[in-house]
Nanobody, 128 residues
Framework: QLQLVESGGGLVQPGGSLRLSCAASGFTLDYYAIGWFRQAPGREREGVSCISSSGRSTDYADSVKGRFTISRDNAKNTVYLQMNSLKPEDTAIYYC?????????????????????WGQGTQVTVSS
């Protein structure tokens, strides 16, 4: 069964940190760009970050630049999202998504209409 599984979500106070993981089973992530998306209640889905299949290129939404870091360990078939200085407005369900690699700027590697596999999501709540 081909699937992505997110983990690492939870409740954290403002200013705190979390590290999300996205693990693949049934296929290798080596050939996929990986994106993180989030959706808060009543809001549209938002792209948070994207990393190329090699890991050499990354992209971030303006709202998380300087606070979030995306990385990957292809040997572990896992992608991470380190989230620091969390704010209440970061509260959302976070999804990872795999898109078959293609020649494109990193800003276009993880477009939601090109995604091949979605994870089920993990809840992140930032509250005091």
């Amino acid at each position: 069964q081909l699937q992505l599984v997110e983990s690492g979500g939870g409740l954290v106070q403002p200013g705190g940190s979390l590290r999300l993981s996205c693990a693949a089973s049934g296929f290798t992530l080596d050939y996929y760009a990986i994106g993180w998306f989030r959706q808060a209640p009543g809001r549209e889905r938002e792209g948070v970050s994207c990393i190329s299949s090699s890991g050499r290129s990354t992209d971030y939404a303006d709202s998380v630049k300087g606070r979030f870091t995306i990385s990957r360990d292809n040997a572990k078939n896992t992608v991470y999202l380190q989230m620091n200085s969390l704010k209440p407005e970061d509260t959302a369900i976070y999804y990872c998504a795999a898109t078959r690699r293609r020649i494109a700027p990193v800003q276009a590697m993880c477009l939601p209409d090109k995604v091949n596999y979605w994870g089920q999501g993990t809840q992140v709540t930032v509250s005091s």
